[in-house]
């Protein structure tokens, strides 16, 4: 009866430490507009939304930290429209900027974060 129990905390211990939410990494987004490399309008809608499913875990209505399943709230002190470098949310996806990495430990690919900062110095547009 000892041993069983013992099994089942080193069980309960590994699943717990790897119930993280944002373990799955996304595949990474391209866009390509036909136009040879040129910079297309970044949708808010389409392109930026699905970046944040791996995030709502602490990101969403059910923490207030930052809930980023609101436009208003990431125009609210952590984007500045048409300023990337300086957008607080931006820095976080770097690391940089005396900014934590968003998410911890797992750094976007790079096609997501410039689709973020294209996004933004194209004026954070809700489109």
């Known amino acids: ?3 069983l129990f013992k099994y089942f905390l080193i069980i309960s211990l590994g699943l717990f430490m790897n119930s993280c939410y944002y373990d799955a ?3 990474e987004v391209i866009i390509d507009n036909g136009n040879g490399g040129g ?3 970044v949708s808010y809608a389409t392109d930026i939304v699905p970046l944040w499913s791996q995030c709502t875990g602490c ?3 059910i923490k207030p ?3 980023i399943n609101s436009y208003t709230n990431l125009l609210n002190g952590y984007v500045i429209a048409g300023d990337a470098n300086n957008s ?3 820095k976080s ?3 940089t900027g005396g900014i934590s990495l968003m998410p911890p430990g797992s750094k976007w690919p790079q096609s997501k974060i410039d689709l973020v900062k294209t996004w ?3 004026g954070a547009k809700n489109n």
Do not use: F
């Open 1 to 3: 009866m000892k041993h």
């Open 25 to 27: 990494i996304q595949d």
């Open 39 to 41: 910079t297309t309008e």
């Open 59 to 61: 990101h969403g209505s």
């Open 65 to 67: 930290t930052l809930n």
């Open 88 to 90: 607080v949310l931006y």
């Open 93 to 95: 996806l770097l690391g």
């Open 120 to 122: 933004i110095n194209q």
